[in-house]
Nanobody
């Protein structure tokens, strides 16, 4: 089992950047597939990015491809989401999620472990 805590959210102007972090507890973090999802008010949870255990394989939603980068540091038990060229439509609560066997998937139902979320607000 793993516990996840996100940080790094905030208010930024359109075109700006933020880096989200997700710190994980437990000694088996390096075995987990990790994902980032987001949810805006009144909208369904949306996949953002995923990364495999080694960090060599990643998967992005089309809406963030080329602007966001997911990475991980297994020595620090942390996964990151670097967000550049932010747009007002990126405004949402961002969640990290973990799974031992999800694979690189955009299906939130395959991630059993979730953080509490961090708010990202992009002003126009």
């Amino acid at each position: 089992q793993v516990q996840l805590v996100e940080s790094g959210g905030g208010l930024v102007q359109a075109g700006g950047s933020l880096r989200l972090s997700c710190a994980a507890s437990g000694r088996t973090f390096s075995s987990y597939y990790m994902g980032w999802f987001r949810q805006a008010p009144g909208k369904e949870r949306e996949f953002v990015a995923a990364i495999n255990w080694s960090g060599y394989n990643t998967y992005y939603a089309d809406s963030v491809k080329g602007r966001f980068t997911i990475s991980r540091d297994n020595a620090k038990n942390t996964v990151y989401l670097q967000m550049n060229s932010l747009k007002p439509e990126d405004t949402a609560v961002y969640y990290c999620a973990g799974s031992l066997n999800a694979g690189l998937t955009n299906d939130y139902k395959k991630y059993p472990y979730w953080g509490q979320g961090t708010q990202v607000t992009v002003s126009s």
